[in-house]
């Protein structure tokens, strides 16, 4: 009788191997561990969420005294930028660079504090794959950016003498999501090479702080030297902050479109080379 119904059974013979050997209640992954990658990614939310007034409002009201010191106490508001009033030039760049800063500052710190703490081996040991640990940390860097981005805006948007009323929508999600992800691949790199939070420290000071600063925030590059420009047109925070300037003002000062080429593929070189080091363990599995 047991010898008929396994060999003959029709419903037992269609059911695959791995159905059949799973034990009753115990869960079988296929393909791609949502669950896992869900738990991670809120956990991430819920750990700079616990601090907001540090990881987010407090960056939106710096960014904001920006705007206030540069149109007020400088006198910026009679001034025009490629047409439009000064004001509503430093806006989007103000919020984007928000953004950039917050979504560096998330990615770069998950690792690394695992190192520090002892506590990396919670990052290791679940079961999920390299590029689902990788999506969690980089999507949760890419909400914090989000929210912030958020908050600025509307701070800036009751803010009286800004205009910062959405022109292109395409454009503000395009390089604001995948800007946030860059400098979160960047973020991930970082925690994945420092050793301590000094080393963390350096990489925001030396290199993030300069390239947002020098992107073209505050000013045109048509006014700069052809070198400058030159030098502008290789960093690749210029094309982040120029886009999701033209989904405000539908005016940039470079080619908008060749803007979201470099972004994807800036976003697919770094995605690869912070895969490859994740899976290979590199200054993080002993």
């Not at 400058?228 to 405000?248: C, E, L, T, W």
């Amino acid at each position: 009788m047991n010898d008929q119904s396994q060999n003959g059974d029709p419903v037992a013979t269609s059911m695959p191997l791995s159905a059949i050997r799973s034990e009753p209640g115990v869960p079988v992954i296929r393909n791609v561990n949502w669950a896992g990658t869900r738990a991670l990614y809120v956990k991430e939310v819920r750990r700079f969420m616990k601090v907001q007034l540090q990881t987010v409002w407090a960056p939106s009201v710096t960014t904001l005294l920006y705007l206030v010191i540069f149109t007020v106490a400088l006198g910026g508001g009679r001034r025009t930028v490629l047409g439009v009033p000064f004001a509503d030039f430093i806006a989007p760049g103000l919020i984007v660079m928000g953004m950039l800063n917050a979504s560096f500052a998330n990615s770069s710190f998950s690792l690394l504090v695992g190192k520090i703490q002892g506590t990396l081996i919670d990052y290791l040991m679940p079961p999920i794959s390299t590029g689902e640990l990788l999506f969690a940390l980089v999507a949760s860097s890419v909400t914090r950016a989000c929210m912030l981005g958020f908050a600025v805006w509307l701070a800036m948007a009751i803010w009286p003498g800004v205009d910062v009323t959405p022109v292109h929508p395409w454009a503000i999600i395009w390089f604001g999501i995948l800007g946030a992800s860059l400098v979160a691949f960047m973020g991930v790199l970082t925690s994945i090479w420092a050793e301590k939070f000094d080393h963390a420290a350096a990489v925001t000071n030396f290199f993030i702080a300069p390239l947002t600063l020098l992107s073209g925030t505050f000013y045109s590059i048509d006014r700069l030297l052809p070198a400058f420009q030159v030098i502008s047109h290789a960093n690749p925070f210029f094309y982040i902050i120029s886009g999701f300037r033209y989904g405000f003002l539908a005016v940039a000062d470079t080619d908008v479109m060749a803007g979201t080429v470099v972004i994807l593929l800036l976003n697919l070189l770094l995605g690869a080379v912070t895969y490859r080091l994740l899976r290979t363990g590199w200054k993080i599995k002993a």
